[in-house]
């Protein structure tokens, strides 16, 4: 009104159109008595338009004013405008509101007179009026009557299908007459003329058959909802408990419907243990469990990561005569899928045509979701393809997952692949998929595509998330690339994103390799200024830059000054856990002599790992037998910084303290500012790295592959890989006899990896007892470093011989860590030494003693020695 008196006052020349427009902003904003207002338009000197009539009409409907509406429609050929579908519609739907059923059936009969034709709006309002109204006759009668009397708008695409809103008011109004049989007809007829029922049509015919006491229909209806994709609500349940308590079969509901809705709750709330408790005590209740109640028990064990008893449940559902649906199998894949179980998963899907179930895509979806957490990229891609020949398409979610199988495999350009041909099934990525293929490029190097990715979704208009921009940082970081990461990360605020941990653990990285140290100070207290806490790897990996260009000692002086911060910010239970053991519990050992303690400091205590034991069953053992300790106020929590292979024996240093404590933080940063000085003692073979006493290194990068779903791993030299620094020296050489097994490589008078060619030494394999010091940690990293140079641990069967059979007298890898020394929580040094274990300090000796009598009185004992090297 404002705006048309401004025009006015200023002399613009308002028409009709501005009026109109005006009207249906009043009706938007539910303004009715304004709309009315307008429509009179007496200063204007205009008449109105059947568009301006129709949004007057509409705005009355909107209100709640019926009579207006019609008064509206009958003036409009008064005013040399004739009504047309629009207008009629939304009188009758104002009628509708109203509950009066007479005059919108008036109206729906004038509309031929008049030349109108009917839509679909007018049915849907004029049954819904006879619904309202109790006129379920009435309501049937139209329903009958609109396919034929909209037979001449078939051939447009988008009144096809008699909708569905109409077949639910007409089953509402058989409901509210209590003609239950023809509500259930109805709804049985829905298919046959292509109309697909939804929750309000069988809520509806539930309730229909409520009120006429039909309990066993409405059961039935119920446990058929979820055949229909459908998940029964508060309504459905409602409608079948109301139903068995008027047939006397409350208790029936109660258990029946209780169960299945309990049942539910606990799989949404991952209770898997209590679903399984209410599924089983159903039959002893005299209620027999339903598709309803084992979907949701399988649902429940597939959150609560219990994927046996998931399929366990599945196997048993023909048994208990209760047949499995989509839901069940989609469910049980799923479980199967987080479980790692990417063969089972492959098997249910496989097995559902047998059993008259069609895979959807939510099936296929699940599979390949599995196979891409199991590294099967390959079966992944083939699921994928195969999904069109069995009519089922493709979604983004199918894709996405195959993108993320080749992600992690590092088959980058068969991710690129993928996301281009998805808008060729008329599909667009979407941002989980477009993050899938940037973490493709970031594992293959290919920062350049990271980042061309990154700005296609912007051209795509995909919105960009701190995922997507974390894998491109990242691949920033793995190309060198630390300015590109940092603009990176200082574009994210314009993008409306909020960096995270794992941004600044990228963009400072990239500062470390790049000893850029300056703006990796500056991240840090960038990180301080948005409420983030530094964490020990970042504080590491900026204290390892501050290293590079400085020294050890601003290195130790910038960690010191965050070590103060994590203090501060310190739980009071975290605090105490450092004074909890005791100096008597060193050298004590577990109840079975395995694991033991060292030594211990303020936030830190040092272990002996044997051979054999993993790194996480030695802290878990070590961690029950302080519980066992009486003057333990509560269990102590131990932390792993770092860890040692399996075949791997020695010290291992172990925080004080849980995740994110100022114990565990304090030696993360340590390990990442490569400031820990560790020592191991190992014996190797091959040609000659030179006299007792020489030093050497390797410092090839290490590329680490998760095998068999990251059960297992193996690391390779390779130029796509992380740094990685190991120096060795010389302890001792032990020559072996001539009548050895040759399985030694042989020196073949070329300088070593090193550059060293040293005239003095024998030619021919040798054993040689190295001091090793790793700089920095990857996996398996002596092992491999030295299998590069050809000189292979003893009894290494991965990386070295490949015989079943190693030494007789060392049945283990030569591998122990001896030493290690790093800072406690006090700032003061903390040192560790573990001697080596028996086993190997005999087979130290046998050697010393071969090569003090001579190889010739030891020939036989030598041969056996160094049987299978």
Partial sequence: MCVLGFMQASRVEVNVFHCSAAISACEKAHKWQLAVDL??????????????????????????????????????????????????????????????????????????????SYDRICYDAAISACEKGGEWQMALCLLHQMPVALSLLSSMPDLRVTPTPCYNAAISACERAGQWQMALRLLSSMPDVKVIPNEISYNAAISACEKGGQWELALGLLSSMPDMKMIPDTISYSGVISACEQGGRWQLALSLLSFNAAISACEKGS????????????????????????????????????????????????GMRVIPNEISYNAAISACEKGGQWQLALGLLSTMPDVKIIPNEISYSGVISACEKGGQWQMALDLLSNMPGMRVIPNKFSYSA?????????????????????????MMPDEIAYSAAISACEKGSQWQLALSLLSKMSEMKVSHSVISCNAAMSACEKGGQWERALSLLSSMQEMGLTPNDISYTAVISACEKAAAWEPAVALLLDMRTRQLMPNGRQAGSVASSVRLASGKEPAWKLLDGLLALWLEHERPEGKLQSSWLDDDLCDSGTSEGVVRVLCHGPGVVGIFKPAGVTTEVAVHELTQHLARQKHMPKPVDLHLVSRLDHPTSGVLPLALGAVGSAAAKWLEAQFAGRLVRKEYVCLCGGPSLGLTGFQGNVSTPLHTVELDGGRASRTEVSPLGRQAFTGYEVLARYTPPPSSDPLLPSHDG???????????????????????????????????????????????????????????????????????????????????????????????????????TGPEENVDSDAALLQGY
Avoid at 404 to 425: F, H, I, R, T, V
Wanted: hydrophobic share 40%; aromatic share 4%.
């Fill in 39 to 116: 429509l009179q338009m007496p200063e204007m000197n205009m008449a109105p338009s059947e568009v301006s009539c129709n949004a007057a009409i509409s705005a009355c409907e909107r209100g709640g004013q019926w009579q207006l509406a019609l008064r509206i429609l009958s003036q409009m050929p008064d005013l040399s405008v004739m009504p047309g579908t629009i207008s009629f519609s939304a009188a009758i739907s104002a009628c509708e509101k109203g509950c009066q059923w007479q005059p919108a059936l008036a109206l729906l009969r004038q509309m031929p007179e008049v030349n109108v």
């Fill in 750 to 852: 070329e300088p070593d990896a090193n550059g060293h060619d040293d005239e003095q030494v024998p030619e021919g394999p040798e054993l040689m007892l190295l001091r090793v010091r790793p700089l920095t940690g990857r996996t398996h990293q002596i092992r491999v470093h030295l299998a590069s140079i050809g000189r292979p641990l003893l009894g290494d069967l991965t990386y070295g011989a490949k015989e079943a059979s190693v030494l007789r007298s060392c049945p283990r890898l030569f591998l122990h860590a001896r030493r290690i020394e790093l800072r406690d929580l006090a700032g003061k040094p903390f040192v560790t030494e573990s001697e080596l274990p028996h086993e190997l300090e005999e087979v130290l000796a046998q050697l010393q003693h071969v090569a003090e």
């Fill in 271 to 318: 209770q898997w243990q209590l679903a399984l408790r209410l599924l089983s005590s159903m039959s002893d209740m005299s209620s027999m469990p339903d598709k309803i109640s084992y979907s949701a028990a399988i649902s429940a064990c597939e959150k609560g990561g219990q994927w046996q008893i998931a399929l366990s449940l599945l196997s048993s559902m023909p």
């Fill in 402 to 426: 195959a993108i993320s199988a080749c992600e992690k495999a590092g088959q980058w350009p068969q991710a690129l692949n993928l996301l281009s041909s998805m808008p060729e099934m008329r």
